[in-house]
């Protein structure tokens, strides 16, 4: 691609860096804004400057949020004492979507993996267990997804919540979940959570 | 009647140093001739990725895209017994993942494709399943399998991947001076799920395949020798529960898995010695075609199905009269599909002449150019 402008340009590359985004649909972008009339540009640029400044992490679920709390976390009418754990906020929204779950969340942030240096250390498993621990949790609704990963990841928490004796389910297998619960549709997956399993302990 | 599938045309586009080529095959003996180099195996490897789903005689996949080029395509047209058609597509383009469409349908994973189609690969390199690691062994023994039993591969990959993950798990222990139980148990979970039944079918099929490997053998080496396969695992004597309890603390120690399926071992045996010491090499030669030719016939008794036949230069292992042997039997008793290689132009037309079979003669020259010498 050769410009007639280095502002263009650097424009645009900035554009392709983008996850999913090439030179060409990065260049349609820029033009598309260059030519735009609704100050579509500022509005852009405001909103992630706001989210980069301003959003935080929900100190209890670990979800974004504007407050120290979470919109869902701090919603009254939410069920309190039982947990959907999951692995990231992208799952969070398509839970959410489903409209199916009236409990909370808690995002690990990934799943155990030592391949990928990823231990419990780096997850949001001991605040879980704190949350079992002090906030009248009844039950815990694993949704990470159906790997070797997830798995060990639902087996290691089991094991970590066994004194507590809190109540531990899996959504129906045979979806996709976990890290592809957002390409999972609404309709299975909603009934995939109210169908859940509880889990055998082994 | 056993179901055949018959592979009717293939077509290549950037595939190692073919840019562009269609071929056309017959139902029983294909031929492919040329010096070496001009790109006969490839032709067979081409056909071994589509119909398993990976290559077997070039080290990866994506060793097979030309020089210089950005993607491959290799598509064929199978006829099975009721003449119905199928076609496989597989596409490699660097940076992604492998695509494989069956009947215009996009393959999803791997592990669900292979078993669709059987083959059998014999190549000159089949010598490491005497001369090289145990690994070479078990690859064998989980090439054959993972074509009819679909659960196996299932806990195949299961087991690998467990056994992956704690072995990164043990060595960072190791490093740091840590131990965590309930980690390593969360692997070893998966572990004990599917050991049992790998273990359990490697049995059954090194149990099966033992009397169709004796009949091969004798039938390429007609001299009495006693030939036997012995798989050898540490579970048939312990539970993976009891031997994972076992191995804790030399796991612990080395930082890596020292017992399961991932540690086992086909013993192979001439006249009760271990061949790799005692064999000569016209008998090591023997053995490990008769492993190879002996796949074709297991499987079509347990599947039902025929198996595609690609032999690479054979005539570099064994001499005229048991190759003319073999392929004659292949052909009567079978009427066995066959892709065969020769640096010898008029080799197995010579061999075949005169004794009523056909055969489709595929020469390629130097430039990549083909002709047909049907005779
Ligand atoms: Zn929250």
């Known amino acids: ?202 | 009647m056993k179901t055949k599938y018959e592979i009717k045309q293939l077509k290549l586009t950037h595939f190692k140093k073919y840019s562009k080529l269609n071929l056309e095959f017959s139902s029983g003996l294909n031929v492919l001739t040329g010096k070496n180099g001009v790109g006969k195996t490839s032709i067979l490897d081409a056909i071994r990725l589509l119909v398993f789903g990976k290559v077997y005689f070039a080290a990866t996949d994506k060793s097979c895209l030309s020089h210089g080029a950005d993607f491959l395509r290799a598509e064929i047209n199978i006829f099975d017994n009721e003449k119905e058609p199928h076609n496989v597509v597989v596409k490699l383009q660097h940076g992604k993942n492998k695509q494989i469409e069956h009947d215009g349908i996009k393959v999803s994973k791997l592990s669900e494709y292979i078993g669709q189609y059987l083959s059998v690969c014999v190549s000159p390199d089949d010598i490491i399943l005497v001369n090289g690691l145990s690994k070479d062994r078990r690859e064998f023994i989980d090439q054959a399998i993972v074509q009819f039993d679909k659960l196996y591969t299932r806990n195949l990959i299961r087991y690998t991947k467990a056994v992956k993950q704690r072995n990164a798990l043990l060595k960072q222990f190791l490093k740091s001076g840590t131990y965590d139980k309930s980690l390593t148990n969360a692997f070893e979970k998966i572990m004990l799920e599917t050991a049992p039944y790998i273990h359990q079918a490697r049995v059954s099929f090194m149990k099966e395949f033992q009397s169709y490997f004796l009949k091969s053998y004798h039938e390429i080496a007609p001299e009495y020798e006693s030939v036997y396969l012995e798989y050898d695992s540490k579970l048939s004597e312990n539970t993976m529960e009891e031997l994972l309890i076992q191995y804790e603390q030399t796991d612990r120690f080395s930082g890596r898995s020292n017992v399961g399926t991932h540690k086992d071992e086909v013993n192979m045996k001439l006249n009760g010695e271990d061949i790799k010491v005692f064999g000569s090499q016209g008998q090591i030669k023997s053995f490990v075609f008769a492993l190879k030719i002996s796949l074709f016939e297991y499987f079509a008794n347990k599947t039902g199905r025929l198996p595609v036949l690609l032999l690479d230069d054979m005539f570099d292992k064994l001499d005229r009269s048991r190759v003319e042997k073999i392929l004659l039997q292949l052909n009567e008793r079978w009427g066995a599909q066959v892709f065969i290689s020769d640096t010898d132009k008029n080799r197995i037309a010579t061999f075949l002449t005169g004794k009523g079979e056909k055969i489709n003669h595929i020469h390629i020259f130097e430039d990549q150019s083909i002709t047909y010498l049907n005779v």
């Open chain 1, 1 to 202: 691609m050769k410009f007639s402008s280095t502002l263009l340009e650097n424009a645009v590359n900035a554009f392709s860096k983008l996850p999913g985004v090439g030179r060409k649909s990065a260049l349609r972008m820029v033009l598309h804004l260059l030519k735009d009339q609704t100050q579509k540009s500022e509005k852009i640029i405001q909103g992630l400057l706001d989210v980069n400044e301003k959003l935080k992490t929900c100190k209890i679920c670990y979800n974004y949020s504007d407050d120290d709390v979470c919109m869902i976390c701090s919603d009254e009418h939410r069920l309190k004492n039982v947990l959907c754990v999951v692995e990231s906020i992208r799952d969070v929204m398509a839970i959410e979507d489903t409209q199916q779950f009236s409990g909370r969340y808690h995002i690990l942030g990934g799943v155990i993996s030592p391949l990928d240096g990823v231990g419990p250390d780096d997850l949001n498993i001991d605040t879980l267990i704190q949350r079992v621990r002090h906030d009248n949790i009844e039950e815990i609704i694993m949704a990470v997804s159906p790997s070797i990963e997830g798995e060990t990841t639902t087996f290691y928490i089991s094991k970590k919540l066994k004194p507590l004796e809190v109540k531990i389910s899996l959504i129906a297998r045979g979806v996709s979940f976990g890290g592809d619960l957002e390409y999972a549709d609404e309709l299975t997956l909603g009934r995939s959570i109210v169908s859940r399993t509880p889990y055998l302990q082994s």
